[in-house]
């Protein structure tokens, strides 16, 4: 079984540079569908989630490919269907990103409900209410959502999220694009790849405004063309790097960053005793001895992430003092404890809270990634055991971190993938 052998106690050095954003590239491969000519993506990671997506919309009729010195081209033309079955999507959470998609370019959609990781109950009820406030009827058979307009196509409206969800907020700028009328989304997520999604869709005519609050408006605008336009560094890449860097002690410039958007977790490695220096497109981080017990709770941007707080634990599993991890989004994020727990870590789960007791030292074991960022915090936890860690589940962690284990490398440590 592929696995990462990560041997601990070394303290990372030197500088990294963070790849595009999982999060982002996977809101905008699907948007490109909505133009009439080929789009280019620049600084689209080179990891599953994305070979993913870009084999689903090959086998929806566009072409995919990515071009050394440009980026990933996305050619929509050819592309015909209205049908993603569940054969296609349900290795990937994103792919429900085809519904707002195919609803805006045909009137007419049919995806099955996706996969992605097993973090507790994922309902998509209020891209749901979206579609249904701009004139489609919706309705689930079988395991698939089946979403069609009736007469003239998508009509723009208002629309109040119940949740704050980064879901719900693309899947309906998606559909709301080429509606007709202002579409305005209330309650709406404001995580940066929304805003980067909003841009990229505003370069290919869009008439998008205001993403980044909590109030989109969306005036729809007949047809969309291709356009080259950048992804975002992924922030959450960043913070581990950041996280690896404090939890070795070490001393790591994580560069290709928007300190901006590592705000939240920046003021949580200060507050643990980490230095934490912003310089321009780039972040020094300066790892204690050991860190200070630090509560953290997650919440949606500009809170602290709840995909960084799984590397977060694997920090405070080594702290000194008592740390209390609240999870506000999802309810069954603290699967990767009993992981932490089999290499020395105290950590009691009470519900959506986990309860932290550093202990001195960590030590390696065989552990298993129970998803993606469960998987992040198992080699975090590796990196400042003593001894070896065998990480197991390794196909979770490739979904979303580019040439992990290289990157790490090149910061000093003794990490290798034993397929
Ligand atoms: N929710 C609803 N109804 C909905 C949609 C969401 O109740 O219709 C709830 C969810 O159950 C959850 C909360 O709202 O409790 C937030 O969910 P959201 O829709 O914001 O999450 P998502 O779009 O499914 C994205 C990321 C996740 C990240 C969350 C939160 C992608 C592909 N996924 O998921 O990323 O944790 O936002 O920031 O963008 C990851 O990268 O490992 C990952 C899981």
């Avoid at 052998?5 to 070394?10: H, N």
């Avoid at 694009?177 to 940066?192: F, M, Q, R, S, Y």
């Avoid at 941007?301 to 999802?330: H, K, N, W």
């Amino acid at each position: 079984m592929a696995r990462l052998t990560v041997t601990g106690g070394r303290p990372l050095s030197g500088s990294v540079r963070i790849s595009g954003s999982k999060n982002a590239s996977v809101a905008m491969i699907p948007a490109a569908l909505l133009a009439s000519g080929v789009s280019v993506l620049e600084n689209v990671p080179e990891i599953v989630d994305v070979d993913v997506f870009g084999r689903i919309l090959s086998q929806l009729g566009a072409r995919v490919s990515r071009e050394e010195g440009r980026g990933l081209v996305i050619d929509p033309n050819g592309f015909k269907t209205w049908e993603a079955p569940y054969e296609l999507v349900k290795k990937l959470r994103a792919s429900y990103y085809l519904l707002g998609v195919l609803l805006a370019r045909f009137g007419r959609a049919e995806v099955a409900l996706p996969g992605g990781c097993n973090i507790g109950l994922r309902p998509i009820d209020q891209h749901i209410k979206g579609f249904r406030a701009l004139g489609a009827e919706v309705v689930l058979e079988h395991g698939v959502v089946k979403a069609w307009t009736k007469g003239k196509g998508l009509k723009g409206a208002p629309v109040y999220l119940d949740v704050v969800s980064v879901g719900a907020t693309i899947n309906i700028m998606l559909a709301a694009v080429l509606a007709d009328g202002l579409t305005v989304i209330e309650n709406a997520a404001k995580e940066p790849h929304v805003v980067n999604l909003a841009n990229y869709l505003n370069s290919m005519g869009a008439k998008v405004q205001g993403a980044g609050t909590d109030v989109i408006r969306i005036k729809g605008v007949k047809r969309l063309t291709g356009s080259q336009h950048p992804v975002i560094p992924d922030e959450v890449e960043a913070a581990t790097f950041m996280v690896a860097a404090a939890a070795t002690g070490g001393d790591v410039l994580v560069t290709n960053v928007i300190p901006k958007h590592l705000d939240s977790v920046s003021a949580k490695l200060r507050e643990a005793g980490v230095e934490v220096i912003e310089n321009g497109d780039s972040v020094r981080v300066v790892g204690p001895g050991r860190p200070r017990a630090v509560n953290v709770k997650t919440l949606p941007y500009p809170g602290f992430p709840t995909d960084c707080q799984q590397v977060f634990a694997a920090l405070m599993a080594r702290a000194d003092g008592i740390s209390m991890i609240q999870e506000t989004i999802y309810d069954n994020r603290f699967g990767y404890a009993n992981e932490l727990i089999r290499m020395g870590a105290s950590i009691k789960v009470d519900g959506r809270t986990a309860i932290i007791e550093g202990v001195d030292r960590l030590f390696g074991a065989p552990v298993t990634a129970i998803d993606l960022r469960a998987g992040a915090a198992m080699v975090v936890a590796g990196l400042s055991a003593q001894g070896k860690t065998d990480v197991y589940g390794v196909d979770h962690i490739e979904r979303g971190y580019e040439r992990l284990v290289d990157k790490l490398v090149g910061l000093g440590a003794e990490v290798s993938l034993v397929k």
